[in-house]
Nanobody, 118 residues
Framework: QVQLVESGGGSMQAGGSLRLSCVASGDTFSTYCMGWTRQGPGKEHDAVAAIDSDGTTRYADSVKGRFTISKDNAKNTLYLQMNSLKPEDTAMYYC????????????WGQGTQVTVSS
């Protein structure tokens, strides 16, 4: 069982920045594939960014160049640096873990709300 606890959400004006954090349980965090997903009001639950155990990253087209995913294995922590925020980034953001890197997230955090006003 992997427990994930997100923090760092909040309200921000367009153009601002936020950094989300996700602390994971477990002794083998360095081997996990991790990601961030989001669900906005009335929208689908979409992938935002992912990072593999070797550090390879992938981003949704809508956030490329603005968001950066990173992982601190010493702290068992996943980050999402969000810059140049837009109102359409408003969503509940979830941290997700794929401990065996099988291409499917098995564990989810409780979510942290990000609200961007124009």
């Amino acid at each position: 069982q992997v427990q994930l606890v997100e923090s760092g959400g909040g309200s921000m004006q367009a153009g601002g920045s936020l950094r989300l954090s996700c602390v994971a349980s477990g002794d083998t965090f360095s081997t996990y594939c991790m990601g961030w997903t989001r669900q906005g009001p009335g929208k689908e639950h979409d992938a935002v960014a992912a990072i593999d155990s070797d550090g390879t990253t992938r981003y949704a087209d809508s956030v490329k160049g603005r968001f950066t995913i990173s992982k601190d294995n010493a702290k068992n922590t996943l980050y999402l640096q969000m810059n140049s925020l837009k109102p359409e980034d408003t969503a509940m953001y979830y941290c997700a873990a794929d401990p065996w890197c099988k291409g499917r997230y098995n564990y989810w955090g409780q979510g942290t709300q990000v609200t961007v006003s124009s």
